[in-house]
């Protein structure tokens, strides 16, 4: 069964502009989640997606958005693009909500650079 | 809010020697996941725990969860240069007639040869 995909693996943007990463989740995972790393802050949630239906939010600010399409697979956008946004973001796909405590499987995140 | 904290931020540990990471979090979980992200990797699955007071052992690996569910630690036995990456915690909490699983800030372990 093939694993998260995340498109595309790296990308450099500068300050302003916006940014759409997407995700694929493993077949049959309904769940997909979106989480920003930086040194020293962990992972930190951005939002959960559920059947099209975003389920949880994170503590960011509404610059950041995403969607669930009905085949599962979900896209994050950032908009007005600031330096602190550099990071590499992460997704997770599990069969059911995250909540319900199921094992989370990531993708390879994708690394973004603002300049 | 909920939260999971997790130290130490960073642990350096010579090759051989033991290394912990504990988790807690000041309300009660439902049960904790732990995964391992090697560098320049993605966050991987090692385990769950669920009951109260449960040990899970994976090789040189033992993972606890307090009697009060409310930490949890992965102990390390005789480290080796693989075990070398960020290790986290996710706790999960039952919340708003669902759940939440939030992750601890991670502890990166090095391992001098």
């Known amino acids: 069964k093939a694993g998260v995909t995340q498109t595309p693996r790296y990308l450099i943007k500068t300050r302003g502009q916006q940014v759409t990463l997407s995700c694929s989740p493993i077949s049959g995972h309904r769940s997909v989640s979106w989480y920003q790393q930086t040194p020293g802050q962990g992972l930190q949630f951005l939002f959960e997606?559920?059947?099209?239906?975003?389920?949880n939010k994170g503590n960011f600010p509404g610059r950041f958005s995403g969607r669930q399409f009905s085949n599962s697979r979900s896209e994050m956008n950032v908009s007005t693009l600031e330096l602190g946004d550099s990071a590499l973001y992460l997704c997770a796909s599990s069969l059911v909500l995250s909540g319900n405590a199921d094992t989370q499987y990531f993708g390879p995140g994708t690394r973004l650079t603002v300049l | 809010g909920q939260q999971v904290m997790q130290i130490p931020q960073y642990q350096h540990v010579q090759e051989g020697e033991d290394f912990t990471t504990y988790c807690n979090s000041s309300?009660?979980?439902?049960?904790i996941q732990w995964y391992k992200q090697r560098p320049g990797g993605h966050p991987v699955f090692l385990i769950q725990l669920v009951k109260s007071g449960e040990v899970k052992k994976q090789k040189r690996l033992t993972f606890q969860f307090g009697e009060a569910k409310k930490n949890s630690s992965l102990h390390i036995t005789a480290t080796q240069t693989t075990d070398v990456g960020t290790y986290f915690c996710?706790?999960?909490?039952?919340?708003?007639?669902?759940?939440?699983?939030?992750f601890g800030q991670g502890t990166e372990l090095s391992v001098k040869p």
């Open positions: 997606y559920f059947s099209e239906t975003q389920r």
């Open positions: 309300t009660t979980l439902s049960n």
């Open positions: 996710a706790g999960h909490f039952y919340y708003n007639q669902g759940g939440k699983l939030i």
